[in-house]
């Protein structure tokens, strides 16, 4: 996960193939990240953060780990 508010931390999420948390007041770049962050925040504060989180751990947690061609879910 890749936690900014910059073009630069956008490339960095994309290139670590990692789900971006946008943490910005700036309404143009909030706006211009709102498609491709995970969640786009005023501050780490914001209930929202916490929410982000909250669908993170759920998109990690539907992803199947194959171990022999099976596929596992977490809590086996």
Do not use: K, Y
């Not at 999420?13 to 706006?31: G, K, Q, S």
């Not at 786009?40 to 669908?55: G, H, K, N, Q, S």
């Amino acid at each position: 996960m890749v936690v900014g508010d910059t073009p630069h931390d956008l490339l960095a999420a994309r290139a670590a193939d990692a789900p971006l948390i946008a943490v910005t007041r700036h309404p143009d770049v909030r706006a211009s990240l709102s498609g491709e962050a995970l969640a786009v925040i005023p501050t780490l504060a914001d209930p929202a953060f916490t929410e982000a989180l909250d669908r993170l751990a759920a998109r990690l947690e539907t992803r199947a780990t194959v171990d022999q061609g099976q596929a596992i879910t977490p809590n086996e």
